[in-house]
């Protein structure tokens, strides 16, 4: 009898997978911080004996290397992709046993990147389930445009036939367990649910119910930004990861947390959005603990900065630093907890800055107030409507040109808050008067605002948004 475990990733939308029998088991596209997995083996009372990769990960670090050297197992990788280091190198048809009646056979499954493997769990020869990757997701396939653009013509085509490949050659009843596709950036359209199926699939999934040339118009034409982080992502992983390093960092007092600011490294406080608002220390980024930070924050940062990590608690801490280093944010420079007031040297005061909702905007230009109104959402959900007369600045891009912000008190807005809470601390550390929209966007319609109507039909890789 076989197993399948999901390991959840959700501050980067990805899933693990720890599948096999009795008494030996394959992982399936581990994540950095391979404790989790371990523990998992560990708790089934299974040997891992093969660790697997779908294709080289451009949006996480991958702790297969790791994973393997720490537990003996054969380490598997695509024949096609180009990697530094010893690895057993897969090709379309090759196949493994796995336990008793169990063998995992490898499906080449091009569209994501060019070497791009699918995996088939069989059970007594017969399909049972198939770990897709950035093949075949939810509704939707992975992205074809991030290992080359003159390539992503070609792999939009590619995944389209993979995808018909799949449904071709497994039963309705196979599992589809794809490693993207939660709310990563790497779907090429917003995929949906938390289970499916080949049949599922064949009835609902864009590549199985559209025509090549309007699927890979359709895609190509949906393509949203692509993070920048992951533009290092893809070479850490070629190169061979080194092991995550996650013991705690040093702790910092007022004193040196003021003198990291002064020297431009980062100071990120993980708390609320709402507790940063009410104060904070003068220069700090706020990118909430519990909101994943290590999408935004990686996409933000300049690559390499030191980053300082303040928060409520060192769990809070240690829970960011585990995130942060799956996307090779590594060893924070230093971190401080508790009270706030504490991370300001004596005499000096908190920063702070107001929260509003649509209603206190509209509120405030009914009474002619001067207002700049600031969308830092993406180009895709604004194409679906925007406040007439706001400017728009993406956040990712943000921090690079806040020279472009009008003068004036800026109400900066996303699509609910989140992101307009980062935006605001960029804002603030920039001395900016600054007034954070922590509402939904459907509610400025509802609020009396001018909401222009779409400019175009837009079906939205939302993402991770908020």
């Known amino acids: 009898m076989f197993f399948v475990e999901t390991l959840k990733l959700e501050g980067l939308g990805n899933r693990s997978y720890l599948t096999g029998g009795s008494g030996s088991a394959v992982v399936v596209d581990p994540p950095r911080d391979i404790d989790q997995v371990i523990a998992a083996a560990a708790r089934r009372g299974v040997r891992i004996a093969y660790v697997v990769e779908t294709h080289l990960h451009n949006d996480y670090i991958s702790g297969g290397l790791e994973l393997a050297r720490v537990s003996g197992a054969r380490y598997l990788v695509p024949a096609g992709a180009a990697v530094s280091f010893a690895r057993k190198p897969v090709a379309d048809g090759d196949s493994v046993a796995v336990d008793q009646g169990l063998t995992l056979r490898a499906l080449a499954t091009p569209g994501h990147t060019p070497h791009h493997m699918s995996y ?150 993980l708390r609320s959005r709402v507790a940063f608002a009410e104060g904070h220390v003068a220069g700090a980024f706020n990118f909430e603990g519990e909101g994943k930070p290590a999408t935004y924050l990686a996409w933000l940062i300049p690559w390499g900065k030191p980053v300082t990590l303040l928060s409520d608690t060192q769990g809070q801490v240690a829970d960011a630093q585990r995130e942060l280093a799956r996307v090779g944010i590594d060893r924070p420079a230093a971190a401080a907890t508790g009270d706030p007031q504490d991370w300001v040297a004596g005499g000096e005061e908190l920063r702070s800055f107001r929260r509003a909702t649509f209603a206190d905007l509209g509120a405030a230009r009914a009474r002619g107030k001067d207002t700049v109104v600031l969308d830092v959402r993406r180009d895709s959900e604004r194409s679906g409507g925007y406040i007439d007369g706001s400017v728009h600045i993406p956040i990712h891009e943000l921090h690079g040109r806040l020279g472009e912000v009008p003068p004036g008190e800026v109400w900066v807005h996303c699509a609910g808050g989140m992101r307009a809470a980062i935006a605001a601390s960029l804002l603030d550390a920039a001395d900016r008067t600054v007034v954070a929209v922590d509402d939904g966007f459907d509610s400025a319609s509802d609020a009396g605002l001018p909401v222009a109507a779409p400019v175009a039909e837009d079906d939205g890789d939302e993402g991770l948004i908020a």
């Open 120 to 269: 088939v769990l069989e059970e007594d020869g017969r399909g049972v389930a198939a770990f897709t990757g950035g093949s075949l997701l939810i509704g939707t396939v992975g992205r074809p445009d991030l290992v080359e653009p003159r390539l992503t013509g070609g792999l939009a085509r590619a995944q389209h036939a993979s995808a018909h490949r799949l449904a071709a050659e497994l039963d309705d009843e196979v599992a589809v367990l794809p490693t993207h596709g939660f709310g990563s950036f790497c779907s090429s359209s917003q995929a949906g649910g938390e289970a499916s199926t080949i049949g599922a699939e064949r009835r609902n999934n864009e590549a199985l119910t559209r025509d090549v040339d309007t699927f890979v118009a359709e895609v190509l034409a949906g393509l949203d930004d692509v993070p920048a982080y992951y533009a290092h992502m893809g070479p850490a992983n070629a190169a061979g990861p080194a092991p995550v390093d996650l013991t705690p960092p040093r702790q910092a007092d007022a004193a040196q947390i003021a003198q990291r600011l002064a020297a431009g490294e980062w100071v990120v406080d």
